[in-house]
């Protein structure tokens, strides 16, 4: 299963603006350099109260769709 590792610094705002449904797909840069994309709808699992602080990894499909994200660091 591909994955992908990226930091991400969202603040509370930010994430309610995806959590609530303003957009659906969150673009961002992977620590390697390369562009993903991910379902907006991923931040409700890791979303703490002063937003979404810390390393990532995204696992995708063998076809590029997204499974899961999971905490390799995350922020306090």
Known sequence: MPSVDLRLDLSLAQCQHYYGGSAEV?????LDGRRV????????RIIQRDGVHGVFRL??????RFITIEALTASA
Do not use: N
């Open 26 to 30: 969150i673009h961002a840069r992977a």
């Open 37 to 44: 994309q991910f379902p907006a709808r991923a931040l409700h």
């Open 59 to 64: 696992h995708f499909s063998d076809s590029g």
